[in-house]
């Protein structure tokens, strides 16, 4: 397969992947923040940390989780979001922004171990926690955030992409669903919203 040709496929899933997202969301403002339809997002999930601790959701209890579901060997718009969010975090009170996790919970556990998510995610924030598991988790996270994602064919098994979500979902110290944050909020806009949420 040419490059050309798996680039016009790569931007056909990406577009029915923005459609699918509009299922589920709408209300999109300027700052970035999107509202929920009725779709319940988030719930329970046991994954592997970037330390190889067993974590769930109960221990991050407390605290407002920013989820975003991505891979190592992304690109673009990982590393793009992290150091979005990296900026985002450096821009709030120190006070408020102790009070927020990031998770990036990979999608590519085949090859996103515990030690590579280790290396990977201080390069952008102390404060983000690394998350993978099994498949079986993953999909279970994935489903629970009405997150896509899905291996792109590739004819080199070991270097392959991954299509996915690009959304930022942030979640309130109960762990229920408060808003996302579309691909492309400058981090201004995010710190912005962040500051004005929490207490």
Do not use: W
Not at 36 to 55: M, N, Q, Y
Not at 139 to 159: H, I, L, M, Q, T
Not at 185 to 190: E, G, Y
């Amino acid at each position: 397969m040419s490059r050309i040709i798996f680039i016009a496929i790569a931007a056909m899933i990406f577009v029915t992947m923005v459609t699918v997202g509009r299922i589920y969301f709408t209300g999109s403002h300027d700052d970035g923040a999107v509202t929920a339809s009725t779709a319940t997002i988030g719930g329970p999930f046991e994954l592997t940390d970037h330390t190889g601790k067993t974590v769930t959701d109960k221990d991050y209890r407390g605290k407002y989780m920013v989820v975003f579901f991505g891979y190592t060997f992304c690109p673009d718009v990982c590393p793009t979001n992290l150091s979005t969010l990296a900026s985002a975090l450096d821009m709030l009170p120190p006070e408020k922004a102790k009070q927020i996790v990031p998770l990036f919970i990979s999608v590519d556990n085949e090859r996103d171990t515990p030690e590579l998510l280790a290396d990977y995610v201080p390069n952008f924030h102390e404060s983000i926690v690394g998350l993978t598991g099994t498949s079986k988790q993953i999909k279970d996270v994935a489903r629970a955030y009405k997150s896509f994602y899905a291996k792109v064919n590739s004819e080199d098994p070991e270097n392959y992409l991954m299509d996915h979500s690009a959304i930022t979902y942030l979640m309130g110290p109960d762990g229920k669903y408060i808003q996302v944050f579309n691909h492309g909020t400058p981090p201004d806009a995010i710190a912005k919203q962040l500051d004005k949420i929490i207490q």
